[in-house]
Each structure stands twice: as structure tokens, then as C-alpha cells.
């Protein structure tokens, strides 16, 4: 099916935002991950970083059931200028280098921010928490092999 994509301001933001009819990219994910395995095999398993995942988590795992989604607990202070700064620089390609007023871009963060661990909670109540491993960021620092071991 054709699925039309506003290309920025406001509409783009709330379709982003929005955590229904994204299947079709996870489905796509899944397609493109099964082309890679068919001549490029990892080891062992695909690991996929992308925090954006939270945002359409139940598309994800309708569509990947055997994954495991690892959800990192990070001090959010530290988080937001991260992702503020992820923002930024994809959304560089469209706007250009400092044309975006920052206090938008962290308001947008501080949204997006929200809705991707109000997803993550919504899932997990509906669904269970079977699909999911809970990492303590600070534990990760301090023992990273034993948290991998986990």
C-alpha cells in the first residue's frame, strides 16, 4: 500500500510522533534484514540501536515476536541533550545548520522523550514484560561483561 509522508513542519511531527500505521517500516526492517542474512549472516544475531524504537514498540514486536528489546534506564538529564542533539543533526539534511531554534528542538526532545517511555510502560502492561531486559545504565558502566552475561 502507498503511504504518503508530510515532509516537516507540524503534520510531520505529530505523524511522527503518532504510533499507529508504522508496521509497514518493520515489516520493510524485517524484508531488508532477511536480504542482509542471505549473504552477510551474523554470528550469532542482528543488534539493532536505535531508541526511536520506543516509539512504535508494538509494531516492532508484532513484527520481530522472538526479539529481545534491551530498555536502557538512563538519568534523564543526560538523555535529553543526547537526543536533542540526535534531532538536530537528522534533522540537519532539511534545514540546514543552525536555522532551528533550539528551545523548539528541546521541546519537541522533551515530547518525544515522554511518548517513547509512555509507549514502552503501555506495551509492557497490555503485553508483559516476557520481550523485554531492563539495563541499569550505571550498572552497564561499572560491570559491562556482567551486564552483557545478564
Same mark, same amino acid.
Given at each position: /500500500?502507498?503511504?504518503?509522508? #508530510?515532509?516537516?513542519?507540524?503534520?510531520?511531527?505529530?505523524?511522527?510522533?503518532?504510533?499507529?500505521?508504522?508496521?509497514?517500516?518493520?515489516?520493510?526492517?524485517?524484508?531488508?534484514?532477511?536480504?542482509? !542474512? $542471505?549473504?552477510?549472516? #551474523?554470528?550469532?544475531?542482528?543488534?539493532?540501536?536505535? =531508541?526511536? /524504537? $520506543?516509539?512504535?514498540?508494538?509494531?516492532?514486536?508484532?513484527?520481530? #515476536?522472538?526479539?529481545?528489546?534491551?530498555?536502557?534506564?538512563?538519568? =534523564?538529564?543526560?538523555?535529553?541533550? $543526547?537526543? +536533542?542533539?540526535?534531532?538536530?543533526?537528522?534533522?540537519?539534511?532539511?534545514?540546514?545548520?543552525?536555522?532551528?531554534?533550539?528551545?523548539?528542538?528541546?521541546?519537541? +526532545?522533551?515530547? %518525544?522523550?515522554? !511518548?517513547? +517511555?509512555?509507549?514502552? %510502560?503501555? /506495551?509492557?502492561?497490555? /503485553?508483559? $514484560?516476557?520481550?523485554?531486559?531492563? +539495563?541499569?545504565? #550505571?550498572?552497564?558502566?561499572?560491570?559491562?561483561?556482567? %551486564?552483557?552475561?545478564?
Amino acid at each position: /500500500h502507498q503511504v504518503i509522508l #508530510p515532509i516537516s513542519g507540524p503534520e510531520y511531527l505529530e505523524w511522527f510522533l503518532e504510533g499507529k500505521n508504522k508496521e509497514y517500516a518493520y515489516i520493510y526492517l524485517k524484508r531488508y534484514l532477511q536480504l542482509l !542474512t $542471505s549473504g552477510y549472516a #551474523p554470528k550469532s544475531h542482528w543488534t539493532l540501536k536505535a =531508541p526511536i /524504537h $520506543s516509539l512504535y514498540v508494538s509494531s516492532l514486536a508484532k513484527i520481530f #515476536p522472538d526479539a529481545l528489546i534491551v530498555i536502557t534506564h538512563r538519568d =534523564p538529564i543526560d538523555v535529553v541533550p $543526547s537526543t +536533542c542533539k540526535l534531532f538536530e543533526l537528522g534533522t540537519y539534511f532539511h534545514y540546514g545548520e543552525n536555522t532551528l531554534d533550539r528551545r523548539w528542538i528541546g521541546e519537541i +526532545c522533551m515530547r %518525544m522523550s515522554e !511518548t517513547m +517511555c509512555n509507549r514502552i %510502560m503501555e /506495551h509492557r502492561e497490555e /503485553h508483559g $514484560s516476557e520481550q523485554f531486559f531492563d +539495563c541499569r545504565y #550505571p550498572e552497564l558502566l561499572e560491570d559491562p561483561i556482567e %551486564m552483557v552475561r545478564k
